[in-house]
């Protein structure tokens, strides 16, 4: 990879961090747009300098796992007899996920991923209106 796809992929894990995060965002979730595209930038930059350095990928993959696992749980609370903050866990989950897969310089698998985890998301928003659940 030269500098220019290094740059288009840092891009592009924070245009991918702001589709989701700003779901979270409009929401009112604790983790929002700035905390999306964060953790996809830092997913995306662990992953291309793993590559870049021949570190093992596997190995910082397992890394930013682990942190993301770190940061999600701090996510949820337990608040009033009930558990929130899982959904919010999980879309950092998934957008470290989808910063490792632009880093790995795979857009077409983060793009879709993006989009999808932006249907589940707003899915719940959907639902609301047609059915007034």
């Excluded at 979270?24 to 595209?37: C, F, N, S, V, Y």
Aim: aromatic share 6%; net charge positive.
């Amino acid at each position: 990879m030269n500098v220019a796809e290094l740059v288009v992929g840092l891009i592009t894990s924070i245009i991918f961090g702001a589709i989701i995060g700003l779901e979270r965002e409009i929401t009112h979730k604790p983790a929002g747009l700035r905390t999306h595209m964060l953790v996809c930038l830092g997913s995306c930059l662990f992953t291309i300098v793993s590559l870049k350095f021949g570190m093992d990928p596997a190995r910082i993959a397992s890394g930013i796992v682990t942190g993301i696992g770190f940061i999600g749980a701090g996510t949820i609370i337990a608040e009033q007899g009930k558990v929130v903050g899982i959904t919010t866990a999980a879309s950092l989950w998934v957008t470290a996920a989808i910063g490792l897969t632009i880093g790995m310089g795979e857009y077409i698998l983060a793009g879709v991923s993006t989009l999808l985890v932006f249907l589940i998301l707003t899915s719940k928003i959907i639902s609301k209106k047609l059915f007034n659940l």
